[in-house]
């Protein structure tokens, strides 16, 4: 959900010739036998999963839609070509590999439509049960606020994943903990025991291992209270982000945490038995998995969310999703109502257990059946938290020039764990660092 540059420079473009958006013009009624493209990225499990709903929904749908599949690479393969049909004016009715910041390239260029119309429709759109099931909270991710946007909806939702959690059940037991820390406190417990033990091999296991990314630390922030951005700019300085700040420079200070000397060491680590918990995607698990069964371990663990304070217990997501692009009023609703197929108890079931992304109904984490959970204790782990309402679902601010405020928050990991700098000064230093690249990117559009 970055807003690159480049899309900077296209705001302020449109904003000055007056876009705004594409039209929506939606049918009474839809003629028989359309067809649509959709452009995808999905190959392995995906693709059979994804050719199964393509293939009920032309069958069974009474418009006599037909659904004609694309595979055009991977994510960034798809997005290449997405950039030549701009160019071109070839598009499809529908692709895969969209996010937050190209869906509003997208919308700029003229070329995406907006969902809302849709999904409020009287005829067309969701009934009150069919919005009850939807995760609005996740299909927010994919509004944006500011104008020229104004919290439309730009993408629809394939799939959910998350920064998580992930725990050695065994070695907690072992340390006297009966499940993972749910607060700070405990949360220092099990880093500081674990790092006096040895490894399967002999090895020293190290505490926890503090990545000096970005997103890894707001997660902590905000589940402990804090934010990182208000109405009057980024803050770092807010009383429960330096609580945050200031208990991972103890804990790096007391031995009870070191910093990974590479991507995904920590979660490699992990696999090996060298760490008690390492904070990664919910998607990794696959590789985790890799990892656990080439050191010939035996690790029983979960996936969950960091420890939290209060009401306050807190799980980051990242959304994958598809757009739709401008085409005659009847295909895009045709396109409409393949999304709305997708939306589906059965679509989504099968798609979850095939994808293992979480899914963005209630129906769908419902549906899932006994075998699948029971083979995968971690995506279940986190499909609980998702069915707890008390959870807080928070993804990372859609803003102007937010590309460049990642590396600042970085570096002000570092100059607290490794640096040994004062947390408030190195806070308020970033703070104001972060703040400067927003307004310099605000100038930039006029």
Same mark, same amino acid.
Request: hydrophobic share 45%.
């Given at each position: 959900?970055?807003?690159?540059?480049?899309?900077?420079?296209?705001?302020?473009?449109?904003?000055?010739?007056?876009?705004?958006?594409?039209?929506?013009?939606?049918?009474?009624?839809?003629?028989?036998?359309?067809?649509?493209?959709?452009?995808?990225?999905?190959?392995?499990?995906?693709?059979?999963a994804i050719t199964q709903i393509i293939d009920a929904f032309n069958m069974d749908n009474e418009w006599g839609i037909t659904v004609e599949q694309v595979?055009?690479?991977?994510?960034?393969?798809?997005?290449?070509?997405?950039?030549?049909?701009?160019?071109?004016?070839?598009?499809?009715?529908?692709?895969?590999?969209?996010?937050? +910041?190209?869906?509003?390239?997208?919308?700029?260029?003229g070329v995406l439509v907006p969902l809302d119309a849709y999904l409020e429709h009287p005829v067309w759109g969701f009934d009150d049960m069919g919005m009850?099931?939807?995760?609005?909270?996740?299909?927010?991710?994919?509004?944006?606020?500011?104008?020229?946007?104004?919290?439309?909806?730009?993408?629809?939702?394939?799939?959910?994943?998350?920064?998580?959690?992930?725990v050695n059940l065994g070695m907690l037991e072992g340390l006297g903990h009966d499940g993972p820390p749910t607060d700070m406190a405990s949360f220092r417990?099990?880093?500081?025991?674990?790092?006096?033990?040895?490894?399967?091999?002999?090895?020293?296991?190290?505490?926890?291992?503090?990545?000096?990314?970005?997103?890894?630390?707001?997660?902590?922030?905000?589940?402990?209270?804090?934010?990182?951005?208000?109405?009057?700019?980024?803050?770092?300085? +807010?009383?429960?982000?330096?609580?945050?700040?200031?208990?991972?420079?103890?804990?790096?200070?007391?031995?009870?945490?070191?910093?990974?000397?590479?991507?995904?060491?920590?979660?490699?680590?992990?696999?090996?038995?060298? +760490?008690?918990?390492?904070?990664? *995607?919910?998607?990794?698990?696959?590789?985790?998995?890799?990892?656990?069964?080439?050191?010939?371990?035996?690790?029983?663990?979960?996936?969950?969310?960091?420890?939290?304070?209060?009401?306050?217990?807190?799980?980051?997501?990242?959304?994958?999703?598809?757009?739709?692009?401008?085409?005659?009023?009847?295909?895009?609703?045709?396109?409409?109502?393949?999304?709305?197929?997708?939306? *589906?108890?059965?679509?989504?079931?099968?798609?979850?257990?095939?994808?293992?992304?979480?899914?963005?109904?209630?129906?769908?984490?419902?549906?899932?059946?006994?075998?699948?959970?029971?083979?995968?204790?971690?995506? +279940?782990?986190?499909?609980?938290?998702?069915?707890?309402?008390?959870?807080?679902?928070?993804?990372?601010?859609?803003?102007?020039?937010?590309?460049?405020?990642?590396?600042?928050?970085?570096?002000?990991?570092?100059?607290?764990?490794?640096?040994?700098?004062?947390?408030?000064?190195?806070?308020?230093?970033?703070?104001?660092?972060?703040?400067?690249?927003?307004?310099?990117?605000?100038?930039?559009?006029?």
């Amino acid at each position: 959900m970055r807003y690159t540059a480049v899309l900077v420079a296209l705001v302020a473009l449109m904003l000055a010739v007056g876009f705004v958006g594409a039209d929506v013009s939606i049918p009474d009624e839809l003629p028989m036998g359309l067809t649509i493209d959709y452009w995808h990225e999905w190959d392995g499990a995906q693709a059979d999963a994804i050719t199964q709903i393509i293939d009920a929904f032309n069958m069974d749908n009474e418009w006599g839609i037909t659904v004609e599949q694309v595979y055009q690479g991977n994510t960034g393969g798809l997005i290449d070509q997405l950039s030549t049909g701009i160019v071109s004016g070839e598009l499809p009715n529908l692709s895969g590999a969209v996010f937050t +910041n190209n869906a509003m390239g997208y919308y700029l260029d003229g070329v995406l439509v907006p969902l809302d119309a849709y999904l409020e429709h009287p005829v067309w759109g969701f009934d009150d049960m069919g919005m009850d099931n939807l995760n609005h909270s996740l299909l927010a991710i994919n509004r944006v606020p500011f104008e020229p946007f104004n919290d439309q909806l730009l993408a629809w939702p394939v799939g959910m994943s998350a920064n998580v959690l992930s725990v050695n059940l065994g070695m907690l037991e072992g340390l006297g903990h009966d499940g993972p820390p749910t607060d700070m406190a405990s949360f220092r417990e099990v880093a500081c025991a674990a790092n006096e033990l040895t490894g399967p091999a002999g090895e020293d296991v190290q505490g926890f291992p503090l990545r000096t990314n970005d997103n890894d630390m707001y997660s902590f922030i905000v589940a402990n209270g804090g934010y990182i951005y208000d109405d009057m700019g980024y803050n770092f300085t +807010n009383e429960k982000a330096i609580e945050v700040l200031q208990f991972f420079q103890d804990l790096y200070a007391d031995g009870c945490a070191y910093i990974p000397d590479g991507p995904y060491v920590n979660t490699a680590d992990f696999a090996f038995g060298l +760490n008690p918990m390492a904070v990664g *995607s919910s998607v990794g698990v696959p590789f985790i998995k890799k990892d656990i069964e080439a050191s010939g371990s035996d690790i029983n663990w979960v996936n969950t969310t960091v420890p939290w304070g209060g009401e306050n217990r807190t799980l980051q997501v990242y959304q994958r999703s598809m757009g739709m692009y401008v085409s005659s009023p009847e295909e895009q609703l045709a396109t409409w109502l393949f999304l709305k197929h997708l939306a *589906s108890p059965a679509s989504q079931v099968l798609w979850t257990e095939y994808a293992q992304y979480q899914p963005y109904t209630r129906a769908g984490l419902e549906g899932l059946s006994e075998e699948f959970l029971t083979a995968n204790p971690q995506f +279940n782990s986190i499909r609980e938290v998702l069915l707890d309402d008390s959870t807080n679902l928070w993804s990372e601010p859609v803003l102007v020039g937010s590309d460049r405020v990642g590396p600042v928050f970085q570096e002000l990991i570092a100059n607290v764990t490794t640096g040994g700098m004062d947390v408030m000064e190195a806070a308020a230093a970033a703070e104001a660092e972060a703040n400067e690249i927003i307004a310099e990117a605000m100038e930039d559009m006029g």
